[in-house]
């Protein structure tokens, strides 16, 4: 499998452009963030600059306006994309992931009127957004006198009160599996950011969302009952994040190794040691990253196996990221941890987003996996026939 999956970048200049844009969004965003570091903050203009460089379309068709940023053979594409936006700024990369999920997950489950509509709203510069995580009187869909609407809301939502076209799930009754639902917000309404406090990704306007009273039609339902967790792409769908993630890793990598250029301090043992071994696991990070994008853009095996693989490899980004962080603050010392020192915020941010949900529960579903096979474990994930 590795090495045979198409990509685009070898085949016309489109994804070379969309690369280019994405290079130039993360320079933008990298100047900004020290800027929107705060717990009001949320980078307005980095989001534009992404709907100026066709970015917030890219994930669309090519048919609809956008370069296939969201299909399944330009996943190296995105990797790049994504992993590069998460260099610029986490937070940023936070928010423009869960644009293209939720733009994919349209594409995917989305009726031909929901393409044209929502693909046109991705157009005109409609942040999209997908929220999940509730707390536990859940977000209900139920009837009303005019027919249906929503009941509660959605908390850790990421970019609310920015996001203006929200996919999120709701249980049309108790017990029920959830719907997913398309809905169109207004800038600053129904968004509480007051509990948001975090130690990093203070931009990313991550906070609670009361949806209650807004109407909901068939037009705004999305696919099937419990589509949204179908896998492989619910659980494998986390490389998206590890990508963002990965960005963030190299971010901190190229800090430290910027102050110890800067120090003199480059040529101790001690430094190189950590320094070396830091670069190693970033490596580490990026190949995980990569095949797991690509077993998931194949659609090659079995949902499990491929969602046993992106599992380890989300785990084996957070250790590498874990690491680096480590080894950076200790060859930087305490200059990283002073406010003006870029290594304070890149850390705050890279330590805050490398905790996502479930992280032994992933973990232990991959050794699951591992443990009921009978391949040896040089073959556990090689290509083959009856992958």
């Given at each position: 499998m590795h090495g045979t999956w198409p990509d685009l970048t070898e085949s016309d200049g489109t994804a070379r452009s969309i690369v280019a844009?994405?290079?130039?969004?993360?320079?933008?965003?990298?100047?900004?963030?020290?800027?929107?570091?705060?717990?009001?903050?949320?980078?307005?203009?980095?989001?534009?600059?992404?709907?100026?460089?066709?970015?917030?379309?890219?994930?669309?068709p090519r048919a609809s306006g956008g370069v296939g940023l969201g299909e399944a053979e330009a996943a190296a594409t995105l990797l790049?994309?994504?992993?590069?936006?998460?260099?610029?700024?986490?937070?940023?990369?936070?928010?423009?992931?869960?644009?293209?999920?939720a733009l994919q997950l349209v594409l995917r489950y989305g009726t031909a009127g929901q393409h044209a509509r929502l693909f046109a709203d991705s157009r005109d510069g409609h942040l999209f957004g997908v929220w999940n995580t509730e707390s536990r009187e859940g977000l209900a869909l139920v009837q009303t006198a005019d027919g249906r609407a929503l009941r509660g809301g959605k908390t850790f939502a990421s970019g609310a009160g920015f996001v203006s076209r929200a996919l999120v799930t709701a249980r049309p009754a108790p017990g029920e599996p959830p719907?997913?639902?398309?809905?169109?917000?207004?800038?600053?309404?129904?968004?509480?950011?007051?509990?948001?406090?975090?130690?990093?990704?203070?931009a990313s306007a991550t906070g609670t969302v009361d949806l209650t009273g807004l109407p909901v039609t068939q037009a705004d339902i999305l696919g099937g009952p419990d589509d949204y967790h179908a896998e492989p792409h619910f659980s494998g769908g986390a490389w998206r994040f590890a990508a963002v993630q990965l960005g963030g890793i190299e971010a901190v990598l190229d800090a430290w190794r910027s102050h110890l250029r800067q120090t003199g301090r480059g040529e101790d043992p001690h430094q190189l040691a950590r320094l070396g071994a830091g670069a190693?696991?970033?490596?580490?990070?990026?190949?995980?990253?990569?095949?797991?994008?690509?077993?998931?853009?194949a659609g090659a095996e079995e949902p499990a196996r491929t969602v046993a693989y992106v599992n380890l490899a989300r785990l084996a980004v957070e250790r590498a990221g874990l690491?680096?962080?480590?080894?950076?603050?200790?060859?930087?010392?305490?200059?990283?941890?002073?406010?003006?020192?870029?290594?304070?915020?890149?850390?705050?941010?890279?330590?805050t987003y490398l905790r996502q949900p479930a992280p032994d529960r992933a973990l232990t579903l991959a050794a699951r996996h591992v443990l009921d096979e009978s391949r040896p474990a040089g073959d556990l994930w090689a290509a083959g026939p009856g992958t």
């Open positions: 844009a994405a290079r130039q969004a993360a320079a933008a965003a990298a100047d900004r963030a020290p800027a929107t570091d705060r717990d009001d903050g949320f980078p307005v203009d980095d989001v534009a600059n992404l709907g100026r460089l066709g970015l917030l379309a890219a994930p669309l790049e994309v994504l992993r590069l936006v998460g260099y610029g700024s986490l937070a940023l990369g936070r928010i423009y992931e869960g644009h293209v999920n719907l997913m639902l398309v809905v169109a917000l207004d800038r600053g309404e129904r968004a509480d950011l007051s509990a948001w406090r975090a130690h990093g990704m203070r190693g696991a970033a490596e580490t990070a990026r190949l995980w990253v990569a095949r797991a994008a690509e077993r998931v853009a690491d680096v962080l480590e080894m950076a603050q200790r060859s930087v010392g305490l200059q990283g941890f002073l406010r003006d020192h870029p290594l304070e915020r890149l850390g705050r941010d890279l330590a």
